[in-house]
């Protein structure tokens, strides 16, 4: 969904990173690009405008530009303040404290309304909920009819009645669950092409009427700024609590999702990602922004890194790298930084890419005494030149500390292998795991 932007970003990225020094004026330039991705992204204006400058403020910090990685300082600045333009954290549906709690679905024709009303109902029963369905979208005698289709196809009970009015099937439906304990009432409404002032009376009826968990606004997602618009007038005249984005499989350049958080001051709660009962995502700011950003979990991975890693053992060890002195030595230094940063496993799905190049040097944590105590068992002579450890060195070691030849043998062919990778990342200027590296100069 948000491919053309991330692809644009990931570019974008690129080139920073290739810097090794940033100023302020290469910070500004930097910004401005963003800028331009982001309204080709069809982002609201202002949203732009401002997200920018609280990206600025915070990059300009001398700390940022005189960190021995500013430009992923930077990439973690804009990620940190895209997750905020997103919402934050994103947070569960709010329960009323007397059952049943009402969701309200309101927006314009077509946003996408009765689709998500089944949706959602497939969700909350998937999570333990008793949901019931309302046919309050009385304009459209088949909307009745595809409502009842979608809570055929989930198992789930629809109240409807034909040539009656919203406020009557809403009390109904309302007093069918409490009379039979399902703890959850979703309710479709009509839509209208505008904002107009008919529709909104109905809602605010339905509104007062029914005393809502959550008033959620459906908005289609590929209409973009028009989205954005009719959410705020619908917080405005009727109030809203939450926001689904629909048809954010298809084309939708994401400008839509986000600028509608900070224009209304509501979060995204769940995105819909194609026309099945089961397409609707919970809009999870963070993730959502390590994807447009196409980071991976990159971000908690550099933080994580900052905590335990002794930047100027890393330095030194990238320019080892870069030359290919890497050594048994350094092998072993650098398991045991990465074993303080928990499983390795969880760490290289974090680095885009890293899980494949680093295929085969995947240590399990449980396995680092034996790779310490074989590396101890070498001589210093065939730890700083492991081509040395022939079959007889090789047996000896095994010997020393217990273990099989077999043993010793993949701990050495590992580290051929990370050493033909570290030598491959240096030379092509990719990065070195953790953004140390390659050193400018
Ligand atoms: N691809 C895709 N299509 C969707 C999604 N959500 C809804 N649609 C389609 O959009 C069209 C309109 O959806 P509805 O749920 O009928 O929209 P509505 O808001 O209830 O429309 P009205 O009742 O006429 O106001 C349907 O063809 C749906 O299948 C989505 O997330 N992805
Ligand atoms: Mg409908």
């Given at each position: 969904?948000f ?5 644009k970003?990931?570019g974008f990225?690129?080139?920073?990173r ?8 290469d910070v500004k330039a930097?910004?401005?690009?963003v800028?331009?991705?982001l309204l080709e ?9 401002d ?8 990059a300009?910090g001398?700390?940022?530009l005189?960190?021995?990685?500013p430009?992923q ?5 804009i990620?940190?303040e ?8 994103w947070?569960?549906?709010?329960r009323s ?5 009402v969701y309200?679905?309101?927006g314009?024709q077509?946003?996408g309304k009765t689709?998500s009303?089944g949706?959602?109902g ?9 949901p ?6 009385l304009?459209r005698?088949?909307a009745v009819?595809q409502?009842?289709?979608l809570?055929q196809?989930a198992?789930i009970?629809?109240?409807a009645?034909?040539g009656?009015?919203?406020?009557t099937?809403?009390r ?7 009379l ?5 009432l979703?309710?479709?409404?009509a839509g209208?092409?505008h904002?107009?002032?008919a ?8 509104k007062?009427?029914?005393r809502?968990?959550e008033?959620i606004f459906?908005?289609?997602?590929m209409?973009?700024?028009?989205a954005?618009n009719s959410a705020?007038?619908f ?5 809203i609590?939450?926001i689904?984005?629909t048809?954010?499989?298809g084309d939708?350049?994401?400008?839509a999702a986000?600028?509608?958080?900070e224009?209304?001051g509501?979060p995204?709660?769940f995105?819909?990602?194609?026309e099945?009962?089961e397409?609707l995502?919970e809009?999870?700011?963070a993730?959502q922004?390590n ?9 908690s991975l550099v933080e994580k890194?900052?905590e335990?890693i002794d930047?100027e053992?890393?330095e030194?060890l990238?320019?080892?790298f870069?030359k290919a002195q890497?050594?048994l ?5 650098q398991l045991?930084?990465?074993n303080k940063m928990g499983?390795?496993e969880?760490?290289?799905q974090?680095?885009?890419?890293a899980?494949k190049?680093?295929?085969?040097v ?6 680092m005494?034996h ?6 068992s070498?001589t210093?002579?065939e730890?700083?030149r492991p081509q040395?450890?022939?079959g007889?060195?090789?047996k000896?070691?095994?010997r020393g ?5 077999q ?8 580290f051929l292998?990370m ?9 092509g200027?990719k990065?070195l795991?953790?953004g140390?590296g390659?050193m400018?100069?």
């Amino acid at each position: 969904m948000f491919n053309e932007l991330t692809d644009k970003l990931d570019g974008f990225f690129k080139k920073l990173r290739g810097r090794g020094k940033l100023t302020e004026s290469d910070v500004k330039a930097a910004l401005r690009e963003v800028r331009r991705i982001l309204l080709e992204a069809d982002v609201n204006f202002k949203v732009a405008r401002d997200f920018l400058k609280r990206v600025e403020t915070r990059a300009i910090g001398e700390e940022v530009l005189k960190s021995i990685t500013p430009s992923q300082q930077v990439i973690k600045i804009i990620h940190d303040e895209l997750v905020e333009l997103l919402g934050g954290n994103w947070s569960q549906l709010r329960r009323s404290k007397e059952a049943p709690s009402v969701y309200l679905m309101v927006g314009l024709q077509g946003a996408g309304k009765t689709t998500s009303v089944g949706k959602l109902g497939v969700y909350l029963k998937k999570h333990g909920m008793r949901p019931l369905l309302a046919a309050c979208d009385l304009q459209r005698p088949a909307a009745v009819d595809q409502l009842e289709i979608l809570g055929q196809q989930a198992g789930i009970k629809v109240i409807a009645k034909q040539g009656s009015t919203p406020l009557t099937v809403a009390r109904e439906a309302k007093l069918e669950a409490k009379l039979t304990g399902l703890d959850t009432l979703i309710v479709d409404t009509a839509g209208r092409l505008h904002v107009d002032d008919a529709l909104m009376a109905e809602l605010i009826e339905l509104k007062e009427e029914l005393r809502p968990a959550e008033t959620i606004f459906v908005a289609d997602g590929m209409t973009g700024q028009d989205a954005v618009n009719s959410a705020r007038a619908f917080n405005e005249q009727l109030g809203i609590s939450g926001i689904i984005l629909t048809k954010m499989d298809g084309d939708a350049r994401g400008g839509a999702a986000l600028s509608i958080r900070e224009v209304t001051g509501q979060p995204i709660r769940f995105i819909g990602v194609g026309e099945k009962l089961e397409d609707l995502d919970e809009f999870h700011p963070a993730r959502q922004a390590n994807r447009i950003l196409g980071l991976g979990d990159v971000v908690s991975l550099v933080e994580k890194a900052q905590e335990v890693i002794d930047i100027e053992e890393a330095e030194k060890l990238a320019i080892k790298f870069k030359k290919a002195q890497f050594d048994l030595e350094d092998f072993l230094d650098q398991l045991r930084q990465i074993n303080k940063m928990g499983p390795l496993e969880g760490l290289l799905q974090m680095i885009p890419g890293a899980s494949k190049a680093l295929k085969g040097v995947e240590v399990d944590p449980s396995e680092m005494k034996h790779v310490e105590a074989i590396i101890l068992s070498m001589t210093p002579d065939e730890r700083r030149r492991p081509q040395i450890i022939n079959g007889s060195r090789r047996k000896r070691i095994a010997r020393g500390c217990g273990l099989s030849v077999q043993d010793v043998n993949r701990l050495l062919n590992q580290f051929l292998q990370m050493k033909k990778m570290m030598k491959r990342m240096g030379k092509g200027g990719k990065g070195l795991p953790f953004g140390f590296g390659p050193m400018p100069g």
